[in-house]
């Protein structure tokens, strides 16, 4: 469609959250069409070092549920702008944790002799997807007779039922 704003939303969007959520909805708010880029699992590893919780298939359907995203893209590349030359869009959206970095700020150079716009939006300090998974891993570590914060005991038995 001519004149038509296509924006890009790149991340792992591993255990899916409310920082994931609010990237997704502000950026539909500054585009016609929205397409998430949702990093393959091979990605995430030479990125991060470890794959992600969550398959990239079941991630896709997440994103894919999402009222705000118009379609998906699967990353396999770090490199933006060799994304944006496979899918063209003119605005693209980060956290602004992002903001004043080495990387970003060199992609913010050559995003700008292509038109493309970069918009960053406030990251989510209470949640993220590396505090859900030192979480799952302290858990994952602890006694287990211990019951979890809103979790029943197991009853205990008493005289008469031994």
């Given at each position: ?99 004043g ?39 994952a ?7 979890l ?14």
């Open positions: 469609m001519t004149g038509e704003r296509l924006g890009y939303a790149p991340g792992v969007f591993d255990l899916f959250h409310v920082g994931h959520l609010n990237i997704l909805r502000r950026a539909r708010g500054h585009c016609d069409r929205l397409i998430a880029g949702v990093c393959s699992d091979e990605l995430v590893v030479r990125m991060k070092g470890r794959p992600p919780v969550v398959p990239l298939s079941e991630r896709l359907q997440i994103v894919r549920s999402v009222r705000y995203v118009d379609e998906t893209f699967v990353a396999t590349v770090e490199d933006k702008m060799e994304t944006w030359r496979e899918v063209g869009f003119d605005v693209i959206f980060k956290g602004d944790d992002w903001l970095t080495d990387v970003w700020t060199t992609y913010e150079a050559e995003f700008a002799r292509v038109g493309v716009e970069v918009v960053y939006f406030p990251y989510t300090v209470h949640t993220s997807s590396t505090l859900l998974r030192d979480a799952l891993h302290l858990l570590q602890r006694d287990p007779s211990t019951p914060s809103g979790q029943l005991a197991a009853p205990r038995q008493t005289a008469t039922e031994s």
